[in-house]
């Protein structure tokens, strides 16, 4: 486990799954955990307890973010970390099936609001010797899936955006990396079948579908300083499906 101790670090998407997770270990490594969704912050932070905070924050609004991190700046002075975990799919997202509306919605919360995050924060950290960014995409963003194409098209843009923001800003300290989970036990799956689940698993090389857990340990691994060398990489949390 990463020792956050005194730092403080925001999670998106915090309400459930794997911010939720996260937030939880942040807030266990030591750190004051800024929990931040469009529902469910509160109650997260709640939970948590000890110093945690609730915000109310939808990603894709720039305003928000604004007044997330001024207020945050203003009260704690230094923001060291940022996970911006945030994400939906939808099951009409074919080429054929999918709308202009529907594109546009994904967009914006997949990789619109990562780059409202990254933004929101950059310049402070920038001005204080750096700053831990992890951002959240799917193997869906390495690998082709069916039935997921604005999904694909925000998560491949979660991983190119974090590449050119980690090599633009490494010298002043900035790390930014991704993690590519691939099927995880969170609501996001909705009312996935035993059968399909049971596919699924027989399809990856581990066997085991991960947790909102295990997708969490390795965020919290990219925003210690364990992992001060590496930026603007990869990291599918998948059983080994991206290795096939
Ligand atoms: N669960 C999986 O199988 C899986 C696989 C690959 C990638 N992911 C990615 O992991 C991330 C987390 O997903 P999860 O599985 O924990 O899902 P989840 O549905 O449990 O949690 C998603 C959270 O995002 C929040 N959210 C949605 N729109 C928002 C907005 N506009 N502003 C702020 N918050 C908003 C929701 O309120 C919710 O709390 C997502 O980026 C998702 O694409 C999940």
């Known amino acids: 486990m990463a020792d956050l101790t005194g730092k403080t670090i925001v999670v998106t998407g915090a309400g459930s799954g794997i911010g939720k997770a996260t937030a939880t ?46 207020d945050v700046l203003g009260r ?21 099936t999918q709308t202009e509306e529907g594109w546009q919605r994904i ?8 780059f409202l995050g990254m933004r929101a924060v950059a310049q402070h950290f920038i001005d204080n010797g750096g700053g831990k960014i992890v951002n959240v995409a799917s193997t869906a963003g390495v690998i ?23 090599v633009e800003y490494a010298a002043a300290g900035v790390r930014v990396n991704v993690i590519a989970p691939g099927v995880t036990q969170t609501n996001m799956l909705g009312d996935i079948t035993d059968e399909l689940l049971g596919a699924v698993k027989a399809a990856t090389p581990t066997g085991e579908v991960a ?29 080994g499906w991206t290795a096939q």
């Open 25 to 70: 270990l942040v807030a266990a490594a030591g750190a004051t955990v800024i929990a931040a969704d469009v529902k469910g912050a509160e109650e997260a932070a709640n939970e948590i307890g000890g110093s945690a905070e609730g915000h109310v924050l939808d990603v894709t609004d720039a305003r928000g973010w604004q007044g997330l991190i001024g």
């Open 76 to 96: 704690h002075g230094r923001i060291h970390g940022l996970a911006n975990v945030p994400g939906i799919v939808t099951d009409v997202d074919a080429l054929l």
């Open 107 to 114: 967009l914006d919360i997949d990789l619109k609001g990562a």
């Open 144 to 166: 082709g899936m069916p039935n997921v194409v604005a999904y694909s098209a925000a998560k491949g843009g979660v991983i190119a955006m974090s590449r050119q923001v980690a």
């Open 211 to 239: 947790s909102a857990e295990d997708q969490a340990n390795a965020i919290v691994f990219l925003l210690g300083t364990g992992s001060d060398k590496i930026t603007g990489q990869v990291l599918p949390i998948d059983g």
